[in-house]
């Protein structure tokens, strides 16, 4: 073939592995194959799982304090690298340079966050609790633990999870999107280059295989997964079935409801950076915009004039909007565009004319604007994953509630108003994980937890924050007493404090 291949990250050097499977790794801009990425079989799983098990006892026993400072220079590192990543992220996910600074300066969060974890591990600890007795409380790495990720973070996402996994002590296998492997085999160079011991961080890459590989494998203790809800509910259950503790983040379908008396200009500004960001493959995209009452048709000009303005094009060039990350996604997205479009939907802006600027045939599809799309149509119950708002035009506060409620997933959302107090009614009675108020793509901060709700997380805890480090430690608490000659004596009583 003689294409470059990006191979697996084990005990501490690249290395193409044992299988002879291979998958095409695209530059999405031109379309063009641009190199060739290893995909893992039983043995390489193996080879992985084997380093990151052996490396476990040594790195659960560093003390916090030269953990820490692995934390430190891999912060500095990656702040360094962040112009590196950020390129090779357009290179093979397509999104505009500038949005791929954004993806890693976020991941960098949660870095410092993790630099935290000697006050993060911290646990209580009561003097007396009885007679002669302490009490204190601890937690502990799990072990060797796996996570998964999605093609549209390649950087930040495997930053919710690897830095706070590593700074509490336990070893990583990284399983990144075959999509757009590259950057994952950067950050293991900069693990290496901070001082983090071989083994501690492993990258595996593959598709379905290498995924089963490590929910099946005993030594992987627990699971951190972020996709789309079918992969994510397959995970939880057989992760689970397993034994293993496992976080899995799913797809969305997030909602911005728009309330009479919004700022039109400032409303349809959010609703252009949140709609049609990164192409739409984001998360947190806004997807359908709810618009309650009068706001409607002088919204529906205002995003619509935006959207027009937008250069759609490769995302090295400095356009506003780059390629989704195949044909055959591209393709699907436009498919929902003429599903909408049939099923009575207003095309308001049609990205199927877009001219890009771009050489090659890139995976290119324009920002789409669909007006009057109801509940029961395609473009509004599905996920769609691209650069394609929707309108969906309500009479009342009321029954743009009831539509995000009812929808099943419960990732994000966010009202814009003027009124403080609908907004902190709707902030109260939304069932969805992650809201704003006027701000139209509500990531948390790294010191709070990332999740949603319903369809969009299975599992109990949510990506970094305190959640994070929760779930990747287990407690345990020491109940100690110091013999002295008053507390001889056999007694086959239940202890109890006095
Ligand atoms: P995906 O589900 O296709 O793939 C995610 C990971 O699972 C990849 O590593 C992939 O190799 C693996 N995988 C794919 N199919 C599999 C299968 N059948 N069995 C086992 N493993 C499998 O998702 P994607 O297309 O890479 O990413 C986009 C999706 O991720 C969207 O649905 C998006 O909403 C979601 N996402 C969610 C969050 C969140 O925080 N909730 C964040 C980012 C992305």
């Known amino acids: 073939m003689g294409a470059e291949i990006v191979g697996h990250w084990i005990g501490g050097a690249e290395s193409a592995g044992e299988s002879d499977r291979t998958a095409d790794v695209f530059d999405p801009a031109t379309g063009k194959v641009a190199r060739q990425v290893a995909l893992a079989g039983a043995a390489d799983v193996d080879r992985a799982v084997a380093a990151a098990a052996g490396a476990f006892p040594g790195w659960r026993d560093t003390p916090i304090s030269r953990r820490t400072r692995v934390l430190f220079a891999f912060r500095q590192l990656l702040d ?57 409380a601890t937690r502990q790495p799990l072990g060797p633990v796996a996570v998964i990720s999605p093609f549209n973070f390649p950087v930040m996402v495997p930053l919710w999870f690897v830095p706070i996994a590593i700074a509490a002590g336990n070893t990583v296998v990284l399983k990144p999107s075959e999509k757009d492997p590259s950057a994952a085999l ?22 379905k295989e290498a995924v089963d590989g490590l929910l099946d494998h ?28 496992v976080q899995a983040l799913g797809g969305a379908k997030n909602h911005m409801v728009v309330l009479p008396d919004a700022d039109v200009d400032l409303t349809a500004d959010a609703a252009i950076n949140a709609g049609f960001g990164s192409a739409g493959e984001r998360c947190m995209a806004i997807s359908v915009v709810v618009a309650v009452g009068a706001v409607a048709d002088p919204l529906v000009a205002a995003i619509a004039e935006r959207a027009r303005g937008l250069r759609t094009g490769d995302g090295r060039r400095g356009c506003d909007m780059g390629p989704l990350i195949t044909g055959a996604h591209r393709d699907k997205v436009a498919g929902y565009v003429a599903s909408g479009e049939q099923a009575g939907a207003t095309v308001v802006v049609d990205g199927r004319d877009v001219e890009p600027d771009a050489d090659g045939s890139g ?22 994953f691209g650069p394609v708002l929707s309108v969906v035009r309500v009479d009342t506060y009321a029954e743009a509630v009831a539509l995000v409620n009812g ?48 369809d969009s997380l299975f599992g109990d805890t949510h990506a970094h924050g305190t959640d994070g480090v929760h779930f990747f430690t287990r407690g345990k608490v020491v109940t100690s007493r110091w013999p002295d000659d008053g507390h001889r004596g056999v007694d086959l009583g239940f202890p109890r404090n006095d």
């Open 363 to 384: 995976f290119f599809l324009g920002p789409t604007l669909l007006d009057h799309v109801t509940p029961g149509m395609s473009v509004y119950t599905d996920e769609i």
């Open 80 to 136: 360094e690298a962040k112009d590196e990543l950020a390129e090779v992220i357009t290179a093979e996910h397509g999104k505009v340079v500038s949005d791929a600074q954004g993806e890693v300066a976020r991941g960098l969060e949660v870095v410092e966050f993790a630099c935290g974890i000697g006050h993060l591990l911290k646990g209580g600890h009561t003097e007396n609790a009885s007679t002669g007795v302490d009490v204190h």
């Open 218 to 245: 005993p030594d992987i203790k627990a699971v951190s997964f972020v996709g789309s809800t079918p992969v994510a509910r397959y995970v939880h259950q057989r992760a689970g079935a397993a034994g293993k503790r």
């Open 407 to 454: 929808n099943p997933y419960g990732n994000g959302t966010a009202i814009f108003t003027n009124d403080g107090g609908a907004a902190r009614r709707f902030a109260n009675e939304i069932e969805v994980g992650m809201v704003g108020v006027n701000v139209p793509i509500p990531v948390p901060v790294a010191y709070y937890s990332f999740g949603g709700w319903k």
């Open 186 to 207: 950067l950050l293991a160079r900069l693990w290496q280059r901070a001082g983090l011991p071989d083994g501690v961080f492993t990258v595996l890459n593959g598709d």
